[in-house]
């Protein structure tokens, strides 16, 4: 569940952490973020860049899926503002198959670039971004050059086995959960309306002003759902 | 003559691990800085591994079919471009082609492997993570000389001047 101040947007940036031998400098490249407030003239909005936990409603995969497919999603943790939900788990939302490659000969493997699109919010598009799946299967190209190493030193024409030789296919299945964020701040309302959120939710309360204590956040059902991770077969 | 038994094997196996084993070790090797992409814009590391299988190959990364860059054995590039969906391909006796989803501020990574042919090897490019471009070791930029005429692969000049230029303006943790 994503609890954020109200009042303010609080707009993210991350400074990527270093690796061994490697330092990325990227501002949003990873999840350790530090908040800098910005005035916001929204009443209650949720900033951009704002992390979304999504799950996938449908099977993806390297062979099974299209370059150009649009895939079913859902929100799997509603977005809480300052103690109130303002946007519930489960609104569905739609994400597109950037890329996918079949596995193929010579050990090449199967490749799956996702990303998420919108999340439907009582017919108002939340825009989404960062999905960051871009994932392969295990390849069989070392082994190829392993053989064909040895093929060199001992029978040449054993090498030609290699194309033969398929990588492995991805497989990202349903219920595979995946964080996006928003791509732009999205405005549920500008504190003098009846907030949308209400309405979607089946909740008639108002949300209370912003400077009312925070509500116990309520753990979405959808939340426990079982985190699956993509695997390659 | 005939070669004993046990020679061959020997030669064989020092055979395949010279040819699979990265060409030096990654923990020795400086730390690889990627600066951010300019505001607004995202970019794409793609990096080779330095095995020597496939070296004498080139891998030259393709966008609406204008060379972007070369991308020998152990180099890597950092290309900057506009977010959204963006279609590369690397072409030698076969083409292979990917799609990322480029995002404003992010760097992704895509790795180019060389992979067993007829007459040569073919290129195969792939996502990859920055996770897998540590591991590979990868830390040689290539030559200015050796990118365009395609826009956005910034040479080693610029990858300097961006390095610094964040360095000064990036928080210390």
């Not at chain 1, 108002?206 to 959808?222: E, H, I, K």
């Not at chain 2, 590979?136 to 826009?151: F, I, K, N, Q």
Request: net charge neutral; proline share 6%.
């Amino acid at each position: 569940m994503l609890l954020l101040h109200s009042g303010v947007c609080i707009a993210q940036v991350s400074v990527g952490a270093g690796g061994s031998a490697i330092v990325s400098l990227d501002r949003q490249a990873t999840t350790a973020t530090s908040s800098v407030e910005t005035a916001s003239p929204c009443g209650r909005c949720i900033p951009a860049l704002t992390p979304v936990s999504l799950v996938v409603d449908s099977a993806l995969g390297s062979a099974i899926s299209k370059t150009g497919q649009v895939f079913q999603l859902h929100l799997a943790s509603s977005i809480v503002v300052d103690g109130k939900e303002l946007i519930p788990a489960g609104i569905k939302g739609t994400g597109e198959v950037v890329w996918a490659k079949r596995a193929g000969g010579s050990g090449a493997a199967g490749e799956l670039v996702l990303a998420a699109r919108t999340l439907d919010f009582g017919g108002r598009l939340i825009r989404l971004r960062s999905m960051r799946v871009a994932i392969v299967g295990k390849d069989a190209i070392g082994t190829i050059d392993a053989i064909n190493a040895g093929a060199a030193a001992a029978m040449p024409v054993a090498s030609i086995i290699g194309f033969a030789i398929t990588g492995h296919d991805v497989v990202y299945p349903a219920g595979s959960s995946a964080a996006a964020k928003l791509a732009e701040a999205f405005v549920i309302d500008d504190g003098a309306s009846a907030p949308a959120a209400a309405a979607v939710s089946g909740s008639a309360s108002v949300a209370p002003p912003a400077s009312a204590p925070a509500s116990p956040t309520v753990s979405s059902p959808a939340a426990k759902d079982a985190v699956r991770q993509p695997t390659t077969d | 003559m005939r070669m004993p038994n046990h020679l061959s094997t020997v030669l064989a196996t020092a055979t395949i691990a010279l040819a699979t084993a990265p060409a030096a070790h990654a923990g020795e090797k400086a730390a690889v800085v990627i600066p951010p992409p300019p505001a607004g814009k995202g970019q794409i590391v793609f990096y080779r591994t330095g095995t020597i299988v496939g070296s004498a190959m080139g891998c030259s990364v393709n966008e609406n079919g204008q060379k972007i860059s070369s991308l020998g054995s152990g180099r890597y590039f950092i290309l900057v471009t506009t977010p959204g969906r963006h279609e590369y391909t690397v072409k030698s006796e076969a083409k292979d082609t990917l799609a990322l989803e480029v995002e404003a501020d992010e760097t992704q990574y895509a790795m180019c492997k060389i992979k067993m042919g007829i007459m040569a090897g073919r290129p195969d490019l792939a996502p990859s993570t920055q996770e897998a471009f540590v591991k590979a070791g990868t830390d040689r930029l290539v030559d200015a000389d050796d990118m365009g005429p395609g826009p956005g692969a910034l040479r080693p000049d610029e990858v300097a001047a961006a390095v610094s230029a964040s360095a000064t303006t990036t928080p210390s943790k």
